[in-house]
Antibody
């Protein structure tokens, strides 16, 4: 069974950098899947942040590209997100998710999700 | 990119059928059959219930069904049950190699 688990600080100061890691078990980060980040501000809807593949190709939400970087660590089977110059508007529960693949083809939906981590931006 | 448009709330009586709409554009829903739906319980991660417009993952009740016409996708819940009273989100792949979610719909069982 594929499992994803987010980790990182729950509190980040304004103008600081938000750093999160998603550890993957039950699947290889080196597979052809894409690995995504999604966030959800308190009481609001889901927002796709972006995705990365095993070759560190990345696609980003055009509304969020400023200060956003993804990375992948094949040795640790995990991928990470960094968002710099954060503001209170970046306060949200952050989820990592796997983009489904079948028969070697990307299927463009999220089949496994982490449990989410609440990150609050506050001084 | 703006979110796909969903009604904020939909309600129905137990046993009835309800339909949640999800309206996008020709750059997302209208161009691909890559619409998915997610069910989210409070404080929990979203759970996939429909993918590629009409397909249900293994283990998801056949009371959930999906469809699409033009730029609008729909999720129908038949035989409404109390346990269906949670939030639902649609999502679509887009022509700019990104994903976009819907605004979310809260289902109320009367």
């Amino acid at each position: 069974q594929v499992q994803l688990h987010e980790s990182g600080p729950g509190l980040v100061k304004p103008s600081g950098t938000l750093s999160l890691t998603c550890a993957v078990s039950g699947a290889s980060i080196s597979s052809y899947n894409w690995w995504s980040w999604v966030r959800q501000p308190p009481g609001k809807g889901l927002e796709w942040i972006g995705e990365i593949d095993h070759n560190e190709n990345a696609n980003y939400n055009p509304s969020l590209t400023s200060g956003l970087t993804f990375s992948i660590d094949k040795a640790k089977n995990q991928f990470s997100l960094k968002l710099s110059s954060v503001t209170a508007a970046d306060t949200a529960t952050y989820y990592c998710a796997r983009v489904a693949m079948r028969d070697g083809y990307n299927k463009f939906y999220f089949d496994f999700w982490g449990q989410g981590i609440l990150v609050t931006v506050s001084s | 990119q703006s979110a796909l448009t969903q009604p904020a709330s939909v309600s129905g009586s137990p046993g009835q059928s309800i339909t949640i709409s999800c309206t996008g554009t020709s750059s997302d829903i209208g161009d691909y059959n890559y619409v998915s739906w997610y069910q989210q319980h409070p404080g929990k991660a979203p759970k996939l219930i429909i993918y590629e417009v009409t397909n249900r993952p293994s283990g998801v009740s056949n009371r959930f069904s999906g469809s699409k016409s033009g730029n609008t996708a729909s999720l129908t819940i038949s035989g409404l049950q109390a346990e269906d009273e949670v939030d639902y989100y649609c999502a679509s792949y887009t022509t700019t190699n990104t994903y976009i979610f819907g605004t979310g719909t809260k289902v109320t069982v009367l």
